[in-house]
């Protein structure tokens, strides 16, 4: 059975870039596919962070990270990216990825607050000086 994996996470100072990657590993992603990129920071309940919408290339980003992240496809490669420019502390936490056939708003705000979601491992990304 084919799952997502993240990578691509690590220590960086402020104002540093880093790029995840969310590889479907075992299926082909299907057209019309939402893709979205979850955070969770200790202590704090999961929030979509970033959603794309395979079928038309409409994105969504939080307030948190807009003009600062970009979400992209490499079809390809079967592969979902998150470049994270000018990082800030609060942006430290476990990234998760996922993709539904969801409309962009229902994967980004509602789809992380499903209490039966299975998520991977993630990947850890921590801003600090």
């Known amino acids: 059975q084919g799952h997502l994996v993240e990578s691509g996470g690590g220590l960086v100072q402020p104002g540093g870039s880093l790029r995840l990657s969310c590889a479907a590993s075992?299926?082909?992603?299907?057209?019309?596919?939402?893709v979205g990129w979850f955070r969770q920071a200790p202590g704090k309940e999961r929030e979509g962070i970033s959603c794309?919408?395979?079928?038309?290339?409409?994105?969504f980003y939080s307030h948190s990270v807009r003009g600062r992240f970009t979400i992209s496809t490499d079809v390809a490669k079967n592969t979902v990216y998150l470049q994270m420019n000018n990082l800030k502390p609060e942006d430290s936490g476990v990234y998760y990825c996922?993709?539904?056939?969801?409309?962009?708003?229902?994967?980004?705000?509602?789809?992380?607050?499903?209490?039966?979601?299975?998520w991977g491992q993630g990947t850890q990304v921590t801003v600090s000086s």
């Open positions: 075992g299926f082909t992603l299907p057209w019309g596919t939402t």
């Open positions: 996922a993709g539904e056939q969801l409309d962009i708003q229902a994967m980004c705000v509602e789809f992380p607050r499903r209490l039966d979601n299975s």
């Open positions: 794309l919408s395979t079928s038309d290339g409409s994105t």
